[in-house]
């Protein structure tokens, strides 16, 4: 079977995007070509061209089309589907990916679909190609949304989800531009070890997707994690194979969650590896032992998700119960170890009023905190905060795709303007700058100026103001060497402490 894999990946933001590697679609590639199927990826990260997809088309004749997607990419993937129709008539379409698991009785509704895949794509796409290869009824396909002839939608039983990963081959990296990629280029190798979350945030897509996959498999735990033994014969394996990795992405939700597993990960990491690694952790799990255990295994780097700096909008509406101690503690602990930690945060919550919002631009301003990511609080269907956006009436329409979450709010709320939730999001450096800056002032002094800034900040018309002038922090942005930047992480040429010869295992 020839089998196409589209990964829509083009972020308008980010100016020079060269990609990133995801480990989803290349686990399922590994798959299909363990299968012997001839399988290809186009891994866009521009705007797509009728004309160039034709070409592709024309040259590899794909007798299925598996296109995965994000929820802001699915008008991309969705051109690509259309596309497909007209261009290659007789190839089986499909849809899979996060935004699919979530949104399938939506996405199969669309005549440019065959199949949508609800959850994991591994078992599901083996199951179809041998199914298409073999003539046998590829509409069975288990994990899989279709419309029957009468027009009816019917969703088939999915397959049990990959319980023991390490029965997975490792995904395959070779169909991509691998060195050349977003991280990879910078000498980053991304992987994951896990799939799944143990955390409940109202606002995450965790919990949506744990329920789609338990649907026909009750007892299924979500939460999975490959052994110590086969990640570090995995990561060995990259070592050796590309020369250019001089440190890991671990992209796991929760990289250390298991302390059993990050124990004995620990134990042989340094020598048998010993490469300095980047990766994510819940601020809730940060304690003396993680950040012990994280600190002697190599963590150069670790993302926090901070979300807001106010105590009720972490506990109320994110359901994420840490109080500003538990969170200034995780920072604190992971200095005093000296790992480096970076945040991701969220302005235009539902609820949130501007006060709370200053909260979140403080703390970031008083604990130093850097930042990987700030952005406009968009809701994911299925997700409990989405539930609330709609019973509130703050959010128009079930089925919405906005194209980024920095370019505007999508939410209509009752505390704040869409106006003054851009300039939050357009200005929050520079905010925190602000405050950063008016921290080092006399008390007296910097009460009054905290207030008087508190006050200038929330006033409802600074973002008619602001806003049209944001433009020119684009420039000042593009002006600061990226070697100056503090939000980003940088490798020293001696970060790499890989020994010579490492142990086998
Ligand atoms: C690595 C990562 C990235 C990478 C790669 C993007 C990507 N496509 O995943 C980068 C850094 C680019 C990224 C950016 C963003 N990300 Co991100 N990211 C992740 C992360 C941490 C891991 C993805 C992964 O590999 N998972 C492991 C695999 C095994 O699971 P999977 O992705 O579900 O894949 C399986 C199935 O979905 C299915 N499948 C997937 N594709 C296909 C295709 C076909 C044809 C079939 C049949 C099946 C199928 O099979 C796969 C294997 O079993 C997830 C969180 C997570 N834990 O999944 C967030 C996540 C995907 N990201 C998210 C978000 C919000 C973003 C951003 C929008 C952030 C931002 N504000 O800019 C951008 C969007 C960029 C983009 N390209 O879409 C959300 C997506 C929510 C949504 N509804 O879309 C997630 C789920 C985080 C979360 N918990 O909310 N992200
Ligand atoms: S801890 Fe992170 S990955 Fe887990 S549910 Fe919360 S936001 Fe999602």
Redesign the pocket.
Known sequence: MRIL?I?????PGVSDYKG??????A??AAVLLKEGHDTRLLHQTSSPCFDGYAKTLHSFQPDII????????FPMAHQFAKWSRTLAPQALI?????????NAEQIIKLPEFDLV?E????I??AHLARAVETGAPWEETPGMWRRTHDGSLRRNPAPAP?IDLDTLPWPNRDLWNYPNL?MESRGFA?V?LS???HQHCTY???EA?AKVYRRDNAKHPYFRQRSVTSSIAELKALCDRYPFIKAFNF???NFFINLPWAREFTARYPTEIGLPFTC?LFPKLINEERVDLLARAGCLDLRIGLESGNERIRKEILGRNISDEDMRRAYRLCREAGIRTRSFVMVGIPGESTKEILDTIKFVAHERIGIA?Y?IYSP??KTALHKHCLENGYLKSEFRADK???SGSILSLPNLTKKQILMFRRYFPVLVTIYRLSQNLPDTIQRVCMTLLDNIFSWRWLPHALNPLSGGLKIVKHLIPARLNRNRIHLKKSTSVRPATAPSP
């Not at 499909?94 to 979530?102: F, P």
């Open positions: 894999l990964y829509p990946d083009h972020l990133y590697f995801y480990q989803g679609l686990s399922i598996g296109i995965s997607t994000t929820s802001n990419l499909l849809c899979g990916g996060i935004h699919a698991t979530l895949c959850g994991e794509g591994e599901a796409l990959i977003q991304t994951m799939r799944g979350c995450c897509c965790n997707i992209d796991d939700d994510n990511q952005s994911f269907e980024d979450y920095y």
